[in-house]
């Protein structure tokens, strides 16, 4: 059910749980305050209970009032890319009421949003909102509240429509406690070239996949319920009638016309040259390998480059790929 902004600040006040449109993926929410609505959210997600899960503020000050403090680094990351796509590690405050959120943790994943909508409805409900990606746990992140429906639609008290997401992968999630580093611990749109940008002093450090920091790393992760596959080279494609390849615009370019490439559904990923469109349409389209009449799904291996965004989605196909 698609409901308005109004409805979705009324239903989180009720403890109740709703899909909210933000610039990465979407999100869903519930009340970071009410240990019954973060335990529905785990419960809805089938989320495993040490996964603790990310809030959202509107400000700053209110980030400040449940947090140890904001760290010098953190505070300057976040002038140049709050609101906005980037996660910040904080220590939290004594008795913090967010620890249900965090599953007991001292350390709160805090993120701005900057997508309009969600950041109105932060602002008219002012508690902080618990909100994980909107999608069954170690399934595709959605990007639309169509994806959002097709998957919990008839678990959750509705969705509100905030079109396509912009950016269309998670958040980067980046460590900026200490004075003398910077560590990036899930890549995403903004990451060590925009940091050095602003701060060519600092050292950048990408630990991406560290499971002791953050425990969603340790499970398969945005993968479709069709398997899907990396391959080197389209020869490793044995007789498959089935299945579909997905590759990007470069790389359907430079076959030459193959039967065995006719016999399958090919999958363009969009180029090379336009990542932010790769990533924006990346899970849309790995979720509809699900509505084909295929058994097998097939990345075609691509070095994706060293920009953030590059990283990004190499990160996010490791994690999506079956072993064959
Ligand atoms: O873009 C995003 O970040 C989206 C939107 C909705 O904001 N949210 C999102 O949440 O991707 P989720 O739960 O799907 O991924 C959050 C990751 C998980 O791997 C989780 O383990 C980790 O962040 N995480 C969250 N809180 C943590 C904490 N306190 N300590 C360590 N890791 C944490
Ligand atoms: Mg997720």
């Known amino acids: 059910m698609r409901i308005n902004p109004e409805d979705a600040v009324k239903l989180l006040k009720a403890g109740k749980v709703v899909a909210v449109p933000t610039e990465t993926v979407y999100g869903l ?21 040490d996964n603790p899960l990310i809030c959202h503020f509107h400000s700053r000050a209110q980030v400040k009032k449940y947090v140890r403090k904001i760290s010098l680094f953190s505070e300057r990351l976040m002038d140049h890319f709050s609101p906005g796509p980037v996660s910040y590690m904080l220590d939290l405050s004594e008795d913090s009421p967010l620890r249900f959120a965090t599953c007991g943790s001292q350390q709160v994943i805090v993120r701005i949003p900057s997508h309009e909508t969600f950041l109105e409805i932060l602002r008219q409900f002012d508690h902080p909102v618990a909100a994980p990606s909107a999608n069954t746990s ?31 992968i998670e958040s980067s999630i980046i460590d900026a406690r200490s004075d003398n580093e910077i560590i990036i611990l899930r890549p995403g749109a903004v990451g060590k070239d925009e940091i050095q940008k602003f701060f060519p002093e600092i050292r950048v450090t990408e630990k991406m996949n560290n499971e002791s920091v953050t425990p969603g790393s340790r499970y398969r992760h945005y993968a479709p319920r069709t398997p899907v596959y990396l391959i080197g080279d389209i020869n490793e494609l044995e007789n498959e009638i089935k299945a579909a ?16 490439l006719k016999r399958i559904k090919l999958i363009p990923l969009g180029s090379m040259k336009a990542l932010d469109e790769v990533a ?4 849309h389209r790995l979720s509809s390998l699900d509505s084909m009449e295929i058994d097998n799904a097939f990345i075609l291996k691509q070095h ?20 064959r």
Not at 245 to 260: N, W
Not at 280 to 283: D, G, H, K, S, T
Not at 304 to 323: C, D, P, Y
Request: no cysteine.
């Open 245 to 260: 390849l997905l590759l990007t615009v470069e790389q359907l370019e430079s076959f030459p016309a193959s039967t065995k």
């Open 138 to 168: 170690g399934g595709v992140s959605p990007t639309s509240a169509a994806m959002v429906e097709l998957d919990l639609g008839d678990q959750i008290e509705g969705v509100v429509d905030g079109g396509s997401s912009q950016v269309g």
């Open 29 to 49: 929410a519930a009340d970071a305050l009410s240990p019954a609505a973060v335990a529905r959210v785990f419960e809805i997600k089938k989320r495993p209970s």
């Open 280 to 283: 924006q349409n990346f899970y």
């Open 304 to 323: 994706w480059g060293s920009s953030s965004l590059g990283k990004a989605l190499q990160n996010r196909i490791e994690k999506i790929v079956s072993k």
